[in-house]
């Protein structure tokens, strides 16, 4: 009967370890998605932010332009 509850002890212990290394890995991989995520959205926030200003300025280049002829 010793020798069962050694083992449920010892399971249980392992079973402990286990999880808490699983919510290690979850919290690490939603850090990592965290910042790829702020990575991504900043990327796109700056890539618009250039797209409008070139249109802006090709825009205003070709009205100008126009004005002359």
């Known amino acids: ?17 286990l999880a ?5 890995a979850r919290l690490d991989l939603h850090r990592c998605g965290a910042a790829d995520m702020n990575r ?3 990327t796109g926030a700056i890539s618009g932010v250039l797209g409008l200003i ?3 300025g090709l ?11």
């Open 54 to 56: 070139s249109g802006l």
């Open 20 to 24: 808490e290394q699983l919510r290690q």
């Open 40 to 42: 991504t959205l900043l």
């Open 1 to 17: 009967m010793a020798d069962l509850e050694t083992a449920l002890t010892q399971a249980r212990a392992e079973a402990a370890a």
């Open 59 to 69: 825009g205003l280049h070709i009205s100008t332009r126009k004005a002359k002829s």
